[in-house]
């Protein structure tokens, strides 16, 4: 968690730098978007790669190479002064992200059982979430000192994060000489084996396809939400510090999706995930739709936004090991990764395309609105299809 906490400090800060890299390079909020576009396509692909690795690799020493090497991506970036050149390196950087999430995600299932895997990962991706908190806090105190220092000041905080990391983690417990719960007494197949597991799951490929929604919402919102308070804050009628209450409800969400789920739904992680995102989209369109000009209001709709749209996130996590296993919690966790950030990508050139289009950055809450929508439609499909072979979970039998 504490490493984690760190980890979005060299992710996240992109969204602040969107207008002043717009300016400096002199280019649109689309090629921004694309830049933004090719971060997440690089992290879905790492993911598709590193959460197989993380089965058969040391997780430990994943996430501690990836945090390091992010932070040479940014610093470089924080030198360059060419749209190719940033677009390069923030690819390459969304890889040595990659190398995080589901590694992390291996040693919290090796650490915990059933009974609070669900409160466990939905610490984890608390932690995730207060990590936006962390980015947006420091670039909201650098965003006035130009861009590059978003790139260079906040990403110090993750070197020393990785390193306590590898200093103090350990992959499993029987690296300190402990028991372990066994839930799995099979041989590991081969990985084409385990690709060829987990692509053959039908309601874990459906899960996949509600969480890319899900994402491309939580994207839409954390990468243009400072873009529109920054050009509300240029007239007159917006501030900045309203902007970090969002990274402070989708931490709050992600720790209470995971109490939702465990105590309230009974560890039914599709009912938790429904409504969780069917609120994500009525609050976005209301942000749309009203005239909304009391801060304390709009914080508090701002506040509800990231509450929904990454609380559910908690919840997504622990069907990978409860639809497919325990052994193939990383490379599934790797193709849920990859479907996230994929749908994510795709959503970036579009929302840029769309301001520059409508003149209207409002725009990005009808979209997350609408995406939300599809994300909570797309996960009841889960209790259509036929119940897979692997499913371990009674209530997803």
């Given at each position: 968690?504490?490493?984690?906490?760190?980890?979005?400090?060299?992710?996240?800060?992109?969204?602040?730098?969107?207008?002043?890299?717009?300016?400096s390079?002199?280019?649109?909020?689309?090629?921004?978007?694309?830049?933004?576009f090719?971060?997440?396509?690089?992290?879905?692909?790492?993911?598709?790669?590193?959460?197989?690795?993380?089965?058969?690799?040391?997780?430990?020493?994943?996430?501690?190479?990836?945090?390091?090497?992010?932070?040479?991506?940014?610093?470089?970036?924080?030198?360059?002064?060419?749209?190719?050149?940033?677009?390069?390196?923030?690819?390459?950087?969304?890889?040595?992200?990659?190398?995080?999430?589901?590694?992390?995600s291996?040693?919290?299932?090796?650490w915990?059982?059933?009974?609070?895997?669900?409160?466990?990962?939905?610490?984890?991706?608390?932690?995730?979430?207060?990590?936006?908190?962390?980015?947006?806090?420091?670039?909201?105190?650098?965003?006035?000192?130009?861009?590059?220092n978003?790139?260079?000041i906040?990403?110090l905080?993750?070197?020393?994060?990785v390193?306590l990391?590898?200093?103090?983690?350990?992959?499993?417990?029987?690296?300190?000489?402990?028991?372990?719960?066994?839930?799995?007494?099979?041989?590991?197949?081969?990985?084409?084996?385990?690709?060829?597991?987990?692509?053959?799951n039908?309601?874990?490929?459906?899960?996949?396809?509600?969480?890319?929604?899900?994402?491309?919402?939580?994207?839409?919102?954390?990468?243009?939400?400072?873009?529109?308070?920054?050009?509300?804050?240029?007239?007159?009628?917006?501030?900045?510090?309203?902007?970090l209450?969002?990274?402070?409800?989708?931490?709050?969400?992600a720790?209470?999706?995971?109490?939702?789920?465990?105590?309230?739904?009974?560890?039914?992680?599709?009912?938790?995930?429904t409504?969780?995102?069917?609120?994500?989209?009525?609050?976005?369109?209301?942000?749309?739709?009203?005239?909304?000009?009391n801060?304390?209001?709009?914080?508090?709709?701002v506040?509800?936004?990231?509450?929904?749209?990454?609380?559910?996130?908690?919840?997504?996590?622990?069907?990978?090991?409860?639809?497919?296993?325990?052994?193939?919690?990383?490379?599934?966790?790797?193709?849920?990764?990859?479907?996230?950030?994929?749908?994510?990508?795709?959503?970036?050139?579009?929302?840029?395309?769309?301001?520059?289009?409508?003149?209207?950055?409002?725009?990005?809450?009808?979209?997350?609105?609408i995406?939300?929508?599809?994300?909570?439609?797309?996960?009841?499909?889960t209790?259509?299809?036929k119940?897979?072979?692997?499913?371990t979970?009674?209530?997803?039998?």
């Amino acid at each position: 968690m504490f490493c984690y906490l760190f980890f979005y400090t060299g992710r996240h800060n992109f969204g602040w730098a969107a207008k002043q890299l717009a300016v400096s390079l002199q280019i649109s909020y689309e090629k921004v978007g694309w830049i933004s576009f090719a971060m997440l396509i690089g992290y879905a692909a790492g993911q598709f790669i590193n959460g197989n690795l993380a089965d058969r690799l040391s997780p430990r020493h994943m996430i501690t190479v990836g945090g390091l090497l992010s932070v040479c991506a940014n610093v470089l970036i924080s030198f360059s002064d060419s749209f190719l050149a940033i677009l390069i390196l923030w690819t390459l950087n969304g890889y040595f992200q990659s190398m995080a999430w589901a590694a992390g995600s291996r040693i919290i299932s090796n650490w915990w059982g059933n009974k609070n895997r669900g409160l466990a990962f939905g610490l984890y991706t608390m932690a995730a979430g207060a990590s936006s908190i962390i980015t947006y806090f420091f670039s909201i105190m650098l965003v006035h000192q130009g861009w590059r220092n978003l790139f260079r000041i906040p990403v110090l905080f993750l070197a020393v994060a990785v390193i306590l990391f590898f200093v103090f983690v350990r992959n499993r417990p029987r690296d300190l000489g402990l028991p372990e719960e066994q839930e799995d007494h099979t041989e590991k197949q081969n990985w084409k084996q385990a690709y060829k597991t987990v692509l053959a799951n039908r309601r874990f490929l459906i899960v996949c396809l509600s969480l890319g929604f899900q994402s491309m919402a939580r994207y839409g919102l954390i990468f243009w939400i400072p873009l529109y308070f920054q050009s509300k804050q240029a007239d007159g009628s917006g501030s900045l510090w309203i902007t970090l209450l969002l990274p402070v409800g989708m931490a709050t969400g992600a720790l209470s999706f995971g109490f939702i789920s465990d105590k309230i739904f009974n560890a039914n992680r599709i009912k938790s995930i429904t409504l969780g995102m069917a609120c994500c989209a009525l609050v976005s369109f209301l942000l749309f739709a009203l005239p909304l000009q009391n801060p304390l209001l709009v914080g508090f709709f701002v506040f509800c936004a990231g509450f929904f749209a990454y609380g559910p996130q908690a919840n997504f996590w622990p069907l990978s090991p409860e639809l497919l296993g325990h052994r193939y919690v990383g490379t599934g966790t790797g193709v849920m990764n990859m479907c996230a950030y994929t749908f994510a990508a795709l959503g970036e050139p579009l929302m840029g395309k769309l301001i520059d289009m409508t003149a209207n950055k409002a725009i990005i809450f009808m979209i997350v609105a609408i995406i939300a929508m599809l994300s909570a439609i797309t996960i009841l499909l889960t209790n259509i299809v036929k119940k897979d072979r692997y499913t371990t979970d009674p209530v997803l039998q």
